[in-house]
């Protein structure tokens, strides 16, 4: 069976070989519920349908018109098995409560590096989702620049507060990089960003050569609180 979970998920569990990633756009803050408790109620009312998936959580866009979605699968081949039995069901049902939902794209990763602080107990109140593209497919530039964030980081002379982790996410065309950050709140983050520097980093050599990275074509930044859940029972 199929059932909620208010707990974040585990960004670091080995088994989790094919982390995905997908946008809706979905128009307003009242279609967003709508459209969580649709997707709730559609996939409760169904067993779970594959060993291979091990959850699948769904975040609110601050912006109040998107949705992001994570699954976590074990593999490729067991999100293709759902795909040809399991999933066409499950989007017609949901379209037919909400119309009008766009499926912006589903991008497929792997986690690279997390950064996370020992003994780590604190709850994401936010969800901050960094999408940076470059010029053409390079799978080591991508590990590189990630590399190159931790570098930085690591040489930060003065650490933001309210950051609880980051998980930096390779895509396997090998033209972006995803970090799914976690933050205490929408407001910690908001003043990070609005500290002296540029993002969330100080002036610094190390930052500079991250954000001037050969190849780096555009960054997005995106807020969302977590709205929903569902694991195997």
């Not at 960004?11 to 709730?40: D, H, K, N, Y």
């Not at 609880?164 to 933050?183: C, M, P, Q, R």
Request: charged share 30%; with cysteine; proline share 7%.
């Amino acid at each position: 069976m199929t059932r909620r979970t208010d707990v974040h998920p585990e960004l670091v569990r080995p088994e989790a070989g094919a982390p995905f990633f997908s946008t809706w756009r979905v128009g307003t803050p009242e279609r967003q519920r709508a459209t969580v408790e649709s997707i709730a109620a559609t996939w409760e009312r169904r067993p779970w349908p594959a060993a291979g998936l091990l959850g699948y959580y769904v975040y609110a866009g601050d912006d109040g018109t998107t949705l992001l979605h994570h699954a976590q699968w074990r593999s490729e081949q067991d999100y293709e098995a759902f795909v040809k039995v399991h999933r066409q069901e499950r989007v017609d049902e949901i379209d037919v409560a909400v119309p009008g939902i766009e499926r912006v794209r589903l991008d497929r990763y792997r986690r690279y590096r997390s950064g996370v602080r020992p003994g780590e107990t604190r709850v994401p109140g936010c969800v901050v989702i960094v999408e940076i593209e470059f010029e053409g497919a390079d799978p080591e530039r991508q590990r590189a620049w990630v590399d190159a964030v931790f570098e930085a980081l690591e040489s930060e002379p003065d650490p933001r507060p309210g950051g609880i982790s980051a998980h930096f996410h390779l895509s396997t065309d090998g033209t972006k990089v995803l970090n799914y950050a976690e933050w205490e709140s929408a407001e910690a983050h908001r003043a990070a960003m609005d500290a002296p520097g540029d993002g969330v980093g100080s002036r610094t050599p190390q930052w500079e050569r991250v954000q001037t990275y050969p190849g780096l074509k555009r960054s997005t930044v995106g807020r969302y609180t977590y709205a929903l859940g569902l694991v195997p029972a």
